[in-house]
């Protein structure tokens, strides 16, 4: 079964550290992996996608990594901030020729000053 | 520019009453979708719909669950004798071609409780 897990599911980090989220995925065979973050009561907005061929790509202080051989991948969040409090949420896509997008639950991030 | 919008955005309904929950997507995306995001879980797929195709209603948790979409734009997701279970975000996006590899906008999503 085609799954999505991220971890941690919720975590606290003072403002200016650095944190990272972790996403492991089972879906077959992979199309592209995103990062969102959905802010409360709001819907969720793009931040990274990410196909088979690339390993790395930033969007300002988010950084996210895949690595498809080991099916996961990571979202590196720099000199976090007050309005990073959010969920971040991984999504992978079948690369079947029609739609399947399967979501992670989701990790919290509380960021205190 | 206009993102995709929902409405209402919340909605209090007693169990066994129907509901309507309406989408405008961004103007000319031809692919729409339906989620629904319990608290505290991820989003669940519920349909998909692409241009004049059949829509993919794999979803749907039961009958009492059914979308449309008129002229290729607007959609209404449609609960008939709501339960409880039903309480939860229901979030509708879309995205400019078909399939899962382009980026879907999400509008702000239609908070249902079933009392």
Not at chain 1, 102 to 109: K, N, P
């Amino acid at each position: 079964k085609n799954q999505v897990e991220q971890s941690p599911q919720s975590l606290i980090i003072l403002e200016g550290k650095n944190c990272t989220l972790q996403c492991n995925y089972t879906v077959s065979p992979f199309s592209n992996l995103r990062w969102y973050k959905q802010d409360t009561g709001r819907g969720p907005v793009s931040l990274t996608i990410m196909t088979f061929s690339e390993n790395t790509k930033s969007n300002g202080r988010y950084t996210a990594t895949l690595d498809a051989d080991t099916k996961q991948s990571s979202l590196h969040i720099t000199a976090s901030q007050l309005s990073d409090s959010a969920s971040y949420i991984c999504v992978v896509s079948e690369n079947t020729g029609g739609f399947k997008t399967i979501f992670g639950a989701g990790t919290r991030l509380f960021v205190k000053a | 520019g206009a993102g995709v919008s929902q409405s209402p955005s919340n909605k209090v309904t007693e169990k066994g009453k129907d509901v309507e929950l309406r989408c405008d997507p961004i103007s000319g995306h031809t692919a729409l979708y339906w989620y629904r995001q319990s608290l505290g879980q991820g989003l669940e797929f519920l349909i998909y719909f692409q241009g004049n195709s059949a829509p993919d209603k794999s979803g749907l948790p039961s009958d009492r669950f059914s979308a449309e979409r008129t002229g290729g734009s607007v959609s209404t997701l449609t609960i008939q004798r709501t339960q409880q279970e039903d309480s939860a975000v229901y979030l509708c996006a879309s995205s400019g071609v078909a399939g899962g590899s382009y980026e879907q906008y999400f509008g702000p999503g239609t908070r249902l409780t079933v009392t």
